[in-house]
């Protein structure tokens, strides 16, 4: 017979992998949006290349796994650790479905961060928080966007001055092929950042059971979250796919090919860096500056509006989510 820790720990992988599973619709329709929306891409294409790229960029890095495992909190030193990665959990999957259902790219990074601290703190107070670990995590998250604004509307700063002198039915059509490399790009940058979130809530709930006691992440928690994520990415994510894609402002080739390189440049960098972002935040963020550049009054700045209100919310939102259902957790286990 199996025993209760046995089956309380498939119970976190599931709930993690089916995370990385709505992670996988929810966030890849940021990452194949613009070439989705410009035609480059069919949508079943897009959506093959998508989930193809980030199983491999889900297996290339651990960095930012073991940062989400042991950078908000020590879950070798937490007394109640699988029921908080439980908790966790339910509060990210239940905001990342609201915000789905609701067609607002809002941040699976931000609903797990924000779940995971709120969780913790239910269970041991601010002081089961990694104080440095946990504000650096957010620093990440606070610049990523402002950094992937100003590169997307640097770069396309830079294409119209190049371009200025060229036919745009010429120009369109030459970066309608580029989209599909820098669409690659995009989806296996999100693969490396994204999908390790998984990893490292898994090995948090890992060291916290004492099943191993190092934050190296096992090949099979590895495999596993890839294999979801590309999963959830096949599904596709078309409401998020048509507010990030037609809504914010139209884009053409040249500007899906700018915010995809933008926002993958700014991703990979800080997975190199083992730094946790959100890819919403910096593809939407690049977007909006790639739209600024080509004309600030295309953007449809009051979308944007209700999309930075959904960012500043999410974190304080989940915490209080996952602090709640921890505490309901606690009273049903014991």
Same mark, same amino acid.
């Given at each position: 017979m199996w025993d209760a820790a046995f089956i309380i720990m498939c119970v976190v992988v599931f709930l993690a992998l089916a995370f990385d599973f709505i992670n996988g619709f929810h966030d890849t329709a940021n990452a194949i949006a613009t070439s989705v929306s410009t035609r480059a891409l069919s949508p079943r294409m897009a959506i093959v290349l998508a989930s193809s790229m980030n199983f491999v960029g889900a297996l290339t890095f651990t960095g930012v796994a073991k940062m989400i495992g042991g950078g908000i909190a020590d879950p070798a030193e937490l007394d109640h650790g699988v029921q908080i990665v439980i908790a966790a959990l339910i509060g990210a999957i239940v905001w990342n479905l609201v915000t789905w259902w609701f067609g607002i790219p809002s941040s699976s990074s931000h609903a797990l961060i924000g779940s995971l601290a709120g969780a913790v703190i239910g269970a041991a107070g601010l002081a089961g928080i990694n104080g440095g670990g946990f504000t650096s995590i957010v620093q990440g998250l606070i610049f990523s966007p402002l950094i992937a604004f100003t590169?997307?509307?640097? =770069?396309?700063?830079?294409?119209?001055?190049?371009?200025?002198?060229?036919?745009? @039915?010429?120009?369109?059509?030459?970066?309608? /092929? *580029?989209?599909?490399?820098?669409?690659?790009?995009?989806?296996?940058? @999100?693969? *490396?950042?994204?999908?390790?979130?998984?990893?490292? /809530? /898994?090995?948090?709930?890992?060291?916290?059971? &004492? !099943?191993?006691?190092?934050?190296?992440?096992?090949?099979? !928690?590895?495999?596993?979250?890839?294999?979801?994520?590309?999963?959830?990415?096949? !599904?596709?994510?078309?409401?998020?796919?048509?507010?990030?894609?037609?809504?914010?402002?139209?884009? &053409?080739? /040249?500007?899906?090919?700018?915010?995809?390189?933008?926002?993958?440049? !700014?991703?990979?960098?800080? *997975? =190199? *860096?083992?730094?946790?972002?959100?890819t919403t935040h910096v593809i939407t963020s690049s977007i909006l500056g790639v739209g600024s550049a080509k004309r600030f009054s295309s953007v449809r700045w009051s979308l944007a509006g209700r999309i930075v209100i959904a960012w500043v919310v999410t974190i304080p939102v989940t915490m209080v989510m996952a602090a709640l259902i921890f505490m309901l957790i606690e009273s049903i286990w014991l």
């Open positions: 590169l997307g509307y640097g =770069l396309m700063s830079l294409l119209k001055v190049i371009f200025a002198n060229r036919s745009p @039915h010429q120009v369109n059509r030459g970066f309608r /092929i *580029t989209q599909i490399f820098t669409a690659s790009f995009q989806a296996f940058s @999100h693969g *490396t950042n994204d999908a390790q979130k998984a990893m490292g /809530i /898994i090995t948090f709930a890992l060291v916290a059971a &004492e !099943v191993q006691d190092t934050l190296d992440v096992p090949l099979w !928690v590895k495999i596993s979250a890839a294999t979801a994520m590309a999963l959830g990415t096949s !599904v596709g994510g078309w409401k998020i796919i048509k507010t990030m894609g037609t809504k914010i402002f139209k884009i &053409e080739p /040249i500007n899906g090919f700018a915010a995809d390189a933008a926002s993958a440049a !700014v991703i990979l960098t800080a *997975t =190199l *860096t083992h730094f946790p972002v959100s």
